[in-house]
């Protein structure tokens, strides 16, 4: 066997996690948009947490294609299907759960250690949700300007969306992430991988470790991803643009309706021209 | 000139101990017809993926030998240019599909291979293999025959030169079977394919195959015309691989000294014809059951019901539809796919209500009960045993429904029903991991599992060979002191001749026809309606004299030695 | 509190029928093939989200913003997306201010505090709307073959489409499993509060427990549709790039497609003008 069919090989093997983890976790979230959220007093419990699913599958096979399969997931089945589509602010859902699920995938060396799967589920829903996080206090501060100059502001988002993150983290991360990893993991561990024709991940064969260019990569994910989220929310903050552009005169505005009538008028004209040729 | 040239090819599985394929050497020439048999797990679907290139470019493993598909050696080639050369057709052919409507996903390959012209390619696929006029279809409006015909214009849109079908009919009625092979003849006699399928189906390769290759144990036991292989009886029974029911009733006759020796076993009803001397005509009676009528265990009272549909109008499954199944019987539940016969087992576990009328069980409705309720009173089997596996272990998915509801002893009655369907050691596997015999035994304990006073039983012989289904078919004789009603769902004429005591016909949502089998079997124009067929040695005994009713081989070698023996008498 | 639970716990399973839902994501997708919109260039019409998914995010005119509005309501109704989408719309656009109104209301706002509130519900509004009209209203391969266009990574594409195409089976796959577990399963009794709070937990069980059969179920059928997919040539597919050729040459723009934008800019040039003379 030579190391072009070596290759290959992984690559379908690739393809078939990114289709496998596509698909459930696209129909998990659909149903989730469609599952009301709901509070208990202070504590809200938000059921978006399908994602024990991805953890799992990068737990057991190649974590970046369960990653990028599960973020794919998402946006075609639940944002695009539904027609939720939110523009470039879903950039930054797509890269902090890629980033999450892919370095609990990339901890576990041996599946069948379940306080590693556990360590591993935990910190990947972590690293997800302190990104989110981290996502929306950038928001906060991109768009009040003097953030540090107003008083008690800074210390009370710090402090709402910490309390957010430690909530999500212990009620949503606990009860939909770790519990249900911990149960699907070793329950699937040898039994899923001769499904697809693949050998089961054990200490030896593990691409295990967190390389530190592994972390680098993910952390320009990040850094695209608060970019991408501040570039959605910009447009609140830049009404300055749209003033100038309002007072930009009835002339302007007159002649944009007139070109456009025109442009209406001929496309008719030529339609119908063309519709004739075609008839003869 | 031969198309498939194979030697000393010997294959194993990465991780696998033992090789797969052992030391083949094969030779198919140019525009056969060949069919592949033999014991589940010898190798067949593996060697096919051998000569689509699959192994081993895409499935890796250890593979030596020499294989030469249309003048190409598979291991210099790769999967792509392999592909314009052997087309695959899967046997769960439905996860090959992998677009949304009909010409797209029969052009898919001709235009990943970048053929300008795909859409014509697809078009005349599409044509060669019956699915004109439905090009602009949604694949999920096809039916399973239907599906199965694109995912075989998939693969002839390449104009490959081989097709290799993986057990084509074996989840479609007969008339859906017969127009599968009917396509694959006319590509094989008008277009010059070679055409390899996998069959468990002897009445089919009786019909249409030229050659019949034997596999055993990884090897390939021998390759021989159609008809001198399915003399060979014995060797193919040891196999499990039964011949068709008019070359078994020959062999027993010719053992039995009721016909001459040197004479060739018939393989088809044409050949019994003229080969088995037409007896005395001796019509065998089935003394008429005459059965004090039993309560009612489930009614259909003016039942309809209809399906949103995507577009247009809801589809209407059932108008105004009245059955009633009585304690005690035994029904089998026939129909051509799409008749509504799933349906109806659904709206007897309430899992679909009926838009009007009403449906109850043992005298009362059940759209006042919680489908969790009468789950002891009555129980579904479905189609697919996997979606029945719900734990990790088939004693898990056994013991589930009693150990929720607390049954006292539920721990000895799991032992007991592992026993008694021979799962016992088995019973840490998932059910998914077994095999098809093996899954239709478990799904069987789990439906019997809260002992319900109804069985209901979706296709339970679909995809599976026909020594597994005579297993299946023992264990359902087997069950009877457990399960009171039972109502079968299935286009499996023989278990419908053996087992059921009551056949009621589906066609168009309505009852069309309902009695016993000799009621059912002798009237020609619901054949015609809703194409069903009796056993092939039913048809023979028919053949040879009108009157006759035979439905087992046995009860035919039993009727024509009688015959014989009262027809010398007379002399 | 009571009520809500009341009805959560009745929605998950019970009355929450899978059929349904099936039956509006595929008509959603496909059973609006023959409408206007479905017949417009893919690409004409991402251009023509790309307008109004981003700038009335940065306008705060209310004429423009109303105009915007009106016009994608029209493409909205003419693209006849299914109830479901539209029901999930209001829901999304309630939750993202709506909420905020009844809050402020409640806190005796006064409608000085709710007009900014209505500018906001308005462009949060448009920008679902014009996303509805685009993602719901093309037919997903129409859609992919646009996006691919403008050179978004073949794997994307092909998962949109795949994922129209599997998405009927996995929810049949999904219900039967879920359907094993209601007819085997013993759900607690869920008559008083308690119980209900019992009944809504085993529920979310069950949702979680049933993907375990749903894994090994769909790790089977992807081994199938991964290897067709090789034996189709999807990975020669991907590396040539003749292919992409081939099949974008099928995207024509049309006079309607041009009719579709002339229309559309003047509808907005007319409420710029609007703007203009208030």
């Given at each position: 066997m030579n190391a072009a069919q070596k290759q290959s090989a992984t690559q379908s093997q690739k393809l078939m996690i990114f289709v496998l983890s596509m698909s459930l976790y696209g129909l998990a979230t659909l149903f989730t948009e469609l599952i009301p959220k709901f509070q208990l007093g202070l504590v809200e419990l938000s059921v978006e947490y399908f994602l024990f699913i991805p953890l799992t599958l990068a737990i057991l096979f190649d974590p970046l294609s369960a990653a990028l399969g599960a973020a794919t997931g998402e946006l075609v089945f639940s944002e695009i299907m539904l027609g939720q589509f939110g523009g470039l602010g879903e950039l930054e859902k797509f890269l902090t759960v890629t980033i999450g699920v892919y370095i609990a995938g990339r901890m576990v060396r041996d599946p069948s250690n379940r306080a590693m799967v556990g360590l591993a589920a935990i910190t990947g829903t972590a690293a997800q949700l302190a990104m989110g996080t981290l996502v929306d206090i950038a928001k906060v501060q991109f768009a009040v300007e003097d953030f540090e100059a107003v008083a008690g502001l800074p210390e009370s988002v710090f402090a709402t969306e910490g309390f957010a993150f430690l909530n999500d983290l212990l009620f949503s991360g606990i009860l939909f992430c770790l519990l249900p990893t911990l149960y699907l993991v070793p329950r699937l561990y040898g039994k899923i991988e001769p499904l697809l024709g693949m050998a089961p991940r054990t200490a030896a064969s593990a691409v295990a470790g967190l390389s530190p260019k592994a972390l680098v990569v993910c952390a320009l994910g990040f850094v695209c991803a608060v970019l991408a989220e501040l570039a959605a929310t910009a447009g609140m903050s830049l009404i300055d643009w749209e003033a100038e552009w309002a007072e930009s005169g009835t002339a302007l505005a007159l002649g944009m309706v007139t070109a456009a009538a025109v442009a209406v008028a001929a496309l008719l004209v030529a339609k119908k021209n063309s519709e004739r040729n075609v008839t003869r | 000139?031969?198309?498939?040239?194979?030697?000393?090819?010997?294959?194993?599985?990465?991780?696998?101990?033992?090789?797969?394929?052992?030391?083949?050497?094969?030779?198919?020439?140019?525009?056969?017809?060949?069919?592949?048999?033999?014991?589940?797990?010898?190798?067949?679907?593996?060697?096919?993926?051998?000569?689509?290139?699959?192994?081993?470019?895409?499935?890796?493993?250890?593979?030596?030998?020499?294989?030469?598909?249309?003048?190409?050696?598979?291991?210099?080639?790769?999967?792509?240019?392999?592909?314009?050369?052997?087309?695959?057709?899967?046997?769960?052919?439905?996860?090959?599909?992998?677009?949304?409507?009909?010409?797209?996903?029969?052009?898919?390959?001709?235009?990943?291979?970048?053929?300008?012209?795909?859409?014509?390619?697809?078009?005349?696929?599409?044509?060669?293999?019956?699915?004109?006029?439905?090009?602009?279809?949604?694949?999920?409006?096809?039916?399973?025959?239907?599906?199965?015909?694109?995912?075989?214009?998939?693969?002839?849109?390449?104009?490959?030169?081989?097709?290799?079908?993986?057990?084509?009919?074996?989840?479609?009625?007969?008339?859906?079977?017969?127009?599968?092979?009917?396509?694959?003849?006319?590509?094989?006699?008008?277009?010059?394919?070679?055409?390899?399928?996998?069959?468990?189906?002897?009445?089919?390769?009786?019909?249409?195959?030229?050659?019949?290759?034997?596999?055993?144990?990884?090897?390939?036991?021998?390759?021989?015309?159609?008809?001198?292989?399915?003399?060979?009886?014995?060797?193919?029974?040891?196999?499990?691989?039964?011949?068709?029911?008019?070359?078994?009733?020959?062999?027993?006759?010719?053992?039995?000294?009721?016909?001459?020796?040197?004479?060739?076993?018939?393989?088809?009803?044409?050949?019994?014809?003229?080969?088995?001397?037409?007896?005395?005509?001796?019509?065998?009676?089935?003394?008429?059951?005459?059965?004090?009528?039993?309560?009612?265990?489930?009614?259909?009272?003016?039942?309809?019901?209809?399906?949103?549909?995507?577009?247009?109008?809801?589809?209407?499954?059932?108008?105004?539809?009245?059955?009633?199944?009585?304690?005690?019987?035994?029904?089998?539940?026939?129909?051509?796919?799409?008749?509504?016969?799933?349906?109806?087992?659904?709206?007897?576990?309430?899992?679909?209500?009926?838009?009007?009328?009403?449906?109850?069980?043992?005298?009362?409705?059940?759209?006042?009960?919680?489908?969790?309720?009468?789950?002891?009173?009555?129980?579904?089997?479905?189609?697919?045993?996997?979606?029945?596996?719900?734990?990790?272990?088939?004693?898990?998915?056994?013991?589930?429904?009693?150990?929720?509801?607390?049954?006292?002893?539920?721990?000895?009655?799991?032992?007991?029903?592992?026993?008694?369907?021979?799962?016992?050691?088995?019973?840490?596997?998932?059910?998914?991991?077994?095999?098809?015999?093996?899954?239709?035994?478990?799904?069987?304990?789990?439906g019997v599992a809260l002992e319900p006073g109804v069985l209901l039983l979706d296709e339970p012989t679909a995809n599976l060979d026909i020594a597994t289904r005579r297993e299946i078919l023992s264990v359902l004789e087997d069950m009877k002191d457990i399960i009171q009603t039972a109502v079968i769902a299935t286009h499996d004429m023989q278990l419908v001749c053996q087992w059921a005591q009551r056949i009621v016909v589906l066609c168009g949502g309505r009852v069309v026809a309902d009695g016993t089998r000799d009621e059912i079997f002798s009237r020609p124009d619901l054949a015609q309606l809703v194409g069903i067929r009796p056993p092939e040695i039913f048809t023979m005994a028919q053949a040879l004299c009108p009157g006759a009713l035979c439905y087992t081989v046995d009860e035919f070698t039993n009727w024509f030695k009688e015959a014989q023996t009262h027809a010398k008498a007379d002399e | 509190m009571q009520k809500r639970m009341n009805k959560l716990s009745e929605n998950l399973l019970d009355k929450f029928s899978m059929e349904f839902l099936r039956s509006q994501v595929l008509k959603n997708a496909y059973g609006n093939d023959d409408t206007v919109i479905a017949a417009l260039d893919p690409r004409i019409l991402i251009v023509w989200y790309l307008f109004f998914g981003l700038v009335p995010w940065f306008v705060d005119a209310l004429p423009f913003l109303l105009g915007c509005f009106l016009l994608v309501m029209v493409t909205t109704l003419l693209a006849r997306v299914a109830g479901l989408v539209l029901f999930l719309f209001g829901v999304g656009v309630f939750s993202q201010t709506g909420y905020l109104f009844l809050a402020t209301l409640l806190f005796g706002g006064d409608a000085s505090a709710i007009a900014p509130l209505l500018v906001l519900t308005l462009k949060v509004a448009t920008i679902s709307l014009a996303s509805v009209t685009v993602f719901s209203g093309l037919d997903p391969d129409r859609l992919s073959n646009g996006l691919m266009w403008f050179g978004c990574p073949e794997r994307l594409s092909f998962s949109i489409s795949y994922a129209y195409r599997m998405l009927p089976m996995l929810m049949e796959e999904f219900q039967n499993v879920l359907l094993s577990y209601r007819l085997r399963g013993n759900p607690p009794a869920h008559e008083t509060f308690m119980g209900k709070v019992r009944y809504l937990i085993y529920q979310i069980r069950i949702i979680m427990e049933s993907f375990y059969p749903l894994m090994l179920n769909t790790a089977k059928r992807s081994r199938t549709t991964v290897e067709a997919l090789e034996l189709r040539g999807y990975r020669y597919a991907a590396a040539n790039k003749s292919v992409k050729k081939i099949k974008l040459a099928a995207l024509k723009v049309s006079y309607n497609d041009l009719l579709f934008l002339a229309v559309s800019f003047l509808w907005v040039a007319v409420s710029i003008l609007f703007c203009a003379l208030l």
């Open positions: - | 000139m031969n198309v498939v040239e194979i030697a000393g090819l010997t294959y194993t599985y990465p991780g696998a101990s033992q090789p797969t394929l052992k030391d083949i050497s094969l030779e198919i020439e140019q525009g056969d017809f060949l069919a592949v048999v033999g014991n589940n797990g010898c190798g067949k679907s593996t060697l096919c993926k051998v000569l689509n290139g699959l192994i081993p470019h895409f499935i890796t493993g250890d593979l030596t030998g020499e294989v030469r598909v249309a003048g190409v050696n598979t291991l210099e080639s790769d999967v792509g240019a392999l592909a314009q050369k052997v087309g695959y057709v899967y046997q769960d052919f439905e996860n090959q599909i992998v677009r949304p409507t009909v010409l797209d996903d029969a052009s898919y390959s001709c235009l990943n291979y970048a053929f300008p012209d795909y859409q014509e390619r697809g078009r005349r696929a599409l044509a060669q293999c019956g699915l004109s006029g439905r090009e602009e279809e949604y694949v999920w409006q096809l039916s399973g025959g239907q599906t199965h015909l694109l995912a075989l214009a998939g693969a002839v849109s390449l104009q490959p030169e081989i097709l290799i079908l993986d057990e084509p009919i074996a989840q479609l009625d007969p008339l859906h079977a017969d127009r599968i092979y009917e396509v694959l003849r006319e590509l094989n006699e008008k277009q010059g394919k070679t055409i390899i399928v996998i069959e468990h189906h002897t009445e089919y390769i009786a019909d249409y195959c030229r050659h019949v290759m034997l596999m055993k144990d990884g090897g390939a036991a021998w390759k021989l015309p159609t008809r001198q292989a399915l003399q060979r009886v014995e060797e193919l029974e040891e196999c499990n691989i039964f011949p068709p029911q008019v070359t078994q009733a020959a062999c027993r006759l010719k053992n039995a000294g009721f016909l001459p020796t040197d004479s060739p076993l018939p393989t088809t009803v044409a050949e019994g014809r003229r080969i088995f001397p037409v007896p005395g005509c001796l019509p065998r009676q089935n003394p008429p059951s005459a059965r004090p009528p039993e309560p009612p265990a489930v009614s259909f009272q003016k039942v309809s019901l209809a399906y949103r549909s995507v577009k247009g109008e809801p589809r209407t499954i059932f108008d105004g539809l009245d059955l009633e199944i009585r304690q005690g019987e035994r029904v089998a539940l026939i129909g051509s796919n799409g008749a509504g016969k799933s349906t109806l087992m659904k709206l007897m576990v309430g899992l679909l209500k009926p838009q009007s009328g009403k449906v109850s069980l043992y005298g009362e409705s059940i759209s006042d009960k919680k489908a969790e309720d009468f789950s002891r009173q009555i129980s579904l089997v479905y189609q697919n045993p996997e979606e029945m596996f719900i734990k990790d272990s088939i004693r898990g998915d056994i013991a589930y429904a009693m150990q929720v509801r607390g049954v006292p002893q539920w721990e000895e009655r799991t032992d007991e029903l592992l026993e008694r369907f021979r799962l016992k050691a088995l019973e840490g596997r998932d059910g998914r991991l077994m095999s098809g015999g093996q899954m239709r035994r478990a799904s069987l304990a789990i | -």
